[in-house]
């Protein structure tokens, strides 16, 4: 598989503030990228420094094999970006927001117009074709970000938390828009704080802390390296969890622990817990 993104030893810093610590990642065509991590771990800097948004302190990012580079035409036409923050024009229509997209990405306006039917049928948004932006629900104005994002094809596409503050079922809309972009062949990097949603769309995790990726591999990868079963167990006020190799030795072990024990198998948020609360620098 050719890898479509590659950073290596990216470092971005605020002033005293480190953001990004030498950090390296390379993800491969036709990955699901899952970035996680807590407030303030570096995950919106990532996403922007590969969109070329931000300027990395130091090292390397190359996408497509291309310097990124906002000026380098063809970079920019590899990124489709869903930002943390929904900057859609609010006095513009549905349409009109998608068309200025078309605009300043050079798409000629036949082609635009086909694109922005096919994408409102795909987001079923075209109900909405002519309501301004700013009436639109929540749910709406996110399904809205992803189809301009994919207005001029890309084969990258960079959420940032793109289903941040929706109800359940709308939700589960926005993930059966992403399954059906992956399975198109897109590359996606998604930034979450719902880690069942990491659980349910990514091929491959990240975990991001202070600007360093502390862990990253498909789900049964990080799985193995934590632990694949876990004990955990109620003691003064306090739940504590224990990671073991197999199921024999969690048993083992737990036998000797007393009262207000579970054995289960490890998930995603055990995993994430320990990396983020317990393994502090
Ligand atoms: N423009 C900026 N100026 C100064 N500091 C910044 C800027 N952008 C980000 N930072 C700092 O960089 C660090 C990482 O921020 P970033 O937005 O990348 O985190 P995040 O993982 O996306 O967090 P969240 O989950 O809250 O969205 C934070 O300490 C933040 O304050
Ligand atoms: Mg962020």
């Given at each position: 598989m050719t890898e479509l993104i590659a950073l290596d030893q990216v470092t971005k810093r605020y002033g005293d503030t480190?953001?990004?610590?030498?950090?390296?990642?390379?993800?491969?065509e036709g990955e699901f990228f899952g970035l996680l991590g807590p407030n303030g771990a570096g995950k919106t800097t990532?996403?922007?420094?590969?969109?070329a948004l931000t300027v990395p302190t130091s090292g390397r990012v190359l996408v497509a094999g291309e310097p990124v580079n906002r000026?380098?035409?063809?970079?920019?036409?590899?990124?489709?970006?869903v930002p943390q923050h929904n900057n859609l024009e609010p006095e513009l229509t549905v349409?009109?927001?998608?068309?200025?997209?078309?605009?300043?990405?050079?798409?000629?306006?036949?082609?635009?117009?086909g694109r922005i039917k096919e994408l409102l049928d795909f987001t079923r948004?075209?109900?909405?074709?002519d309501t301004q932006v700013g009436k639109l629900s929540g749910g709406m104005k996110?399904?809205?970000?992803?189809?301009?994002?994919?207005?001029?094809k890309p084969a990258i596409l960079l959420l940032d938390e793109p289903t941040v503050g929706l109800d359940v079922s709308s939700r589960?809309?926005?993930?059966?828009?992403?399954?059906?972009?992956?399975?198109r062949g897109i590359t996606i990097v998604l930034t979450t704080h719902y880690l069942e949603e990491a659980e349910a769309l990514c091929t491959k995790i990240g975990l991001l802390k202070k600007g360093r990726l502390l862990m990253s591999g498909s789900l049964d990868e990080l799985k193995n390296m934590v632990g694949p079963v876990v004990v955990?167990?109620?003691?003064?006020?306090?739940?504590v969890l224990y990671f073991y190799k197999d199921q024999k030795e969690a048993l083992k072990a737990a036998s000797s622990m007393g009262e207000g024990i579970t054995v289960r198998q490890s998930r995603l948020e055990d995993i994430f817990v320990k990396l983020t609360e317990e393994k502090s620098e």
């Open positions: 480190v953001s990004l610590d030498s950090l390296s990642l390379h993800i491969k990532l996403i922007r420094i590969i969109s000026n380098n035409t063809k970079f920019k036409s590899q990124i489709g970006l349409v009109e927001n998608l068309q200025l997209h078309g605009m300043l990405y050079g798409i000629p306006k036949k082609e635009s117009a948004l075209t109900d909405k074709a996110r399904k809205l970000l992803i189809a301009r994002a994919l207005m001029h589960r809309k926005v993930w059966d828009l992403i399954k059906g972009l992956h399975k955990e167990q109620f003691y003064n006020d306090k739940t």
